[in-house]
Structure formats: structure tokens, C-alpha cells
């Protein structure tokens, strides 16, 4: 069984940073596709970033290009993502996923792919 504990929410002004971990037990992170997640307020759930087992090639949402960067660090076990350049519409509930199948590329972005996940960390972005 495989458990995600989500960390490093909280609340930072338009145009910080703050990076999310998302330590994992049960399973190494290299033999799980892991994703990145997002909830706001009245909003259904979002992807937002992700990487693939083994290699770990990343993708992300169009939105959080070139802000947004997911990772993983081997011997931590654990994934991050780094978030810059915040704005207040990336407000929201982030939780962390990981699947321990090798979901096509297609299918990273839909919630349906993972089967484990974490309880979430809030981010609110606001001056």
C-alpha cells in the first residue's frame, strides 16, 4: 500500500514561490507515475503537473508552464512542486497522486489514472 503525505502549503503574496512535497511510503517514487493535483473553491479538480515512472519525463498544464516544475528526489522518496510566479487564481487545495501502473501520456492529466493519493495541502495566494 502506498501512502502520500503532502506538505509546504500556505499562504505567500502574487509573484512568490513556494515548493509542495509529497513524501511517499510503500513504494519507491521511481516505480510510480506521480501527479500534481489542484482544487479550488466552486471548481472541479485540475491537473496540473506530472512525471512518469523511470525516467520521470514531466508534463504539465498549460497554465502553469513555465511556472510550475514537478520533480522527484530518489533517495528522499519524495516529489515536489516547485511553484513560481503565484498568482491568485493558483489558490487552492493541492494534492499529490501516483498511479503504479505506466499510464500513457494521454491519461496523466485524469484523476480516474491514479489510485493512491494524498490528503492535500492548501495554497492561497493574496496580498
Known amino acids: 500500500q502506498v501512502q502520500l503525505v503532502e506538505s509546504g502549503g500556505g499562504l505567500v503574496q502574487p509573484g512568490g514561490s513556494l515548493r509542495l512535497s509529497c513524501a511517499a511510503s510503500?513504494?519507491?517514487?521511481?516505480?510510480?507515475?506521480m501527479a500534481w493535483f489542484r482544487q479550488a473553491p466552486g471548481r472541479e479538480r485540475e491537473f496540473v503537473a506530472g512525471?512518469?515512472?523511470?525516467?520521470?519525463?514531466?508534463y504539465a498544464a498549460n497554465s502553469v508552464k513555465g511556472r510550475f516544475t514537478v520533480s522527484r528526489d530518489n533517495g528522499k522518496n519524495t516529489a515536489y512542486l516547485q511553484m513560481n510566479g503565484l498568482e491568485p487564481e493558483d489558490t487552492a487545495v493541492y494534492s499529490c497522486?501516483?498511479?503504479?501502473?505506466?499510464?500513457?501520456?494521454?491519461?496523466?492529466?485524469?484523476?480516474?489514472?491514479?489510485?493512491?493519493w494524498g490528503q492535500g495541502t492548501q495554497v492561497t495566494v493574496s496580498s
Open positions: 510503500g513504494r519507491s517514487v521511481s516505480t510510480l507515475a
Open positions: 512525471l512518469k515512472r523511470g525516467m520521470g519525463t514531466t
Open positions: 497522486a501516483a498511479s503504479s501502473g505506466s499510464p500513457i501520456v494521454s491519461s496523466l492529466p485524469y484523476a480516474s489514472t491514479y489510485h493512491y
